[in-house]
């Protein structure tokens, strides 16, 4: 009995562990992203600044994480998104470098 209410709660529980980020639009994220972040990454990194996403010492070690130095770099640099802005990029950054499963 354990075993089968173990199981049930594991299909049950399952939608619930979605993808990060599935609620976003990579390819909106992109060009929000394009606009919005490359200055200080690139001037930082060099090339088009996407090594601060893909160094091995990267600092975003969790899909949380992710999210939250996207919140913190859109507040800091006044870009203005909504938490569904966010959510595109960090699809995009997701997609394109990070890959949290
Ligand atoms: C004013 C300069 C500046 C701008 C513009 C900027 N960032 Fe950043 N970003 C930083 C700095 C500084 C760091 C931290 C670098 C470090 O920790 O080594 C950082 C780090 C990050 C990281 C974490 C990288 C890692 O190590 O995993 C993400 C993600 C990120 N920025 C996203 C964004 C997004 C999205 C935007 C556009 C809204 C943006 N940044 C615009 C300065 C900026």
Redesign the pocket.
């Known amino acids: 009995m354990k075993i089968l209410s173990a199981l049930a709660f594991a299909l049950i529980a399952a939608p619930l562990h979605a993808a990060p980020f599935d609620k976003g639009d990579p390819k909106i994220g992109k060009s ?2 394009d606009k ?6 690139v001037s ?1 990194f060099g090339g088009d600044g996407s090594k ?2 893909s ?1 091995a ?4 070690k969790t899909p949380q ?2 999210a939250a ?2 919140s ?3 507040a ?2 006044g ?1 203005g ?1 909504f938490p569904e802005e ?1 959510a595109h ?1 960090g699809a995009y ?1 997701n997609q394109q470098y ?1 890959k949290f499963k």
């Open positions: 929000l992203h919005s972040c490359t200055s200080c990454h930082m601060i996403y160094r010492d990267r600092k975003s994480q992710l130095r996207i913190g770099c859109n800091n640099t870009a998104w966010e990029v950054l990070y």
